[in-house]
């Protein structure tokens, strides 16, 4: 009699059956491996709940398929479990989870490990046919690449270990570069900064946004965030505290004087020499620029230029 007991469930005839009729079986298992190359989809959740598909004996099945789409006939509401059946089955499947309801799928086999394919997300598995305690193991866990590795669409990792550099396909100049304890950055060929532990090195210039700050009913808020502040007068105001204070920020503001010239004042928690905050000039059209770094407790002031011609 014959048997299934292959990892592709194929028809194994026994000594002396099929006489004169074996070549419609070996027909049908040349197919089947053919099969077990090739994309198949199956809309394995038929109702919101788990699942199990089961390859087939001795006939088609998408299930066999290497590259594997797995569909629902209904939208899941949750992380619904999909078992691959036979549990004695080692084999290898790229699964796309292309479910309804955005959930992810876990594929399993036995009671040992599943691997969690989000939906959308293809994952390359392996089940390793133990029987009830069968595992499910994704292929490209710990994987090492040795040259060139192209990569097209979203990459997400966990780890990413790298030996030698990472860049872009379409610009070979410009790249980061890793070595033991360093990190070099490189734009258009040019090594433009460095990092290595505790310090970060600019090679070239660097260019800080400047951020446009207004008054409204008499106060100007700033997030420290926007270290390079640009005010220009509109009503007699004070420069509020600034928000996202961080320990040794360096925080920058050029207070520009219209045709109009008003009073600024400033919160308690800038802190000038002998405690005294400066006049802002009251001039029009002239330019003051004060620089203050956060010590943990109040910003103090670190540079200031004032009655700057703005042209």
Known sequence: ???????????????????????????????????????????????????????????????????????????????????????????VWIIENATSGSQSINISQGSGANVTVPNGGVKIIYTDGAGAGAAVVDCLTNVDATGTLDITGNFTSANLYVDDDIGHNGDS????????????????????????PGISTSLKSSNITQNALTSTSNSVAWDAKNANAYYATTENTTIAQPTNAVEGAIISIEIAQGGTPYTVAWHTDFEFAASTAPTITATANKTDILSFRYNGSVWQEIGRVQNLAQT
């Not at 592709?8 to 190359?37: Q, V």
């Not at 699942?51 to 087939?56: G, L, S």
């Not at 100049?173 to 290595?196: I, K």
Request: glycine share 8%; hydrophobic share 35%; proline share 3%.
């Open 1 to 91: 009699m014959a048997t299934y007991v292959n990892d592709l469930r194929l028809k194994e005839i026994a000594t002396g059956d099929e006489s004169g009729t074996w070549g419609t079986s070996t027909n049908t298992n040349l197919e089947l491996i053919a099969e077990a190359f090739s994309y198949g989809t199956e809309a394995s959740f038929g109702s919101d709940a788990d699942a199990t598909t089961t390859i087939a004996d001795g006939s088609t099945d998408p299930a066999r398929s290497l590259y594997l789409k797995v569909t629902s006939g209904v939208s899941l509401t949750a992380t619904r479990t999909l078992t691959i059946a036979p549990n004695t089955v080692s084999k």
């Open 173 to 196: 100049d410009t790249y980061l570069s890793f070595e033991p304890d360093s990190l070099d950055v490189y734009l258009g060929g040019t090594r433009t900064a460095n990092f290595t």
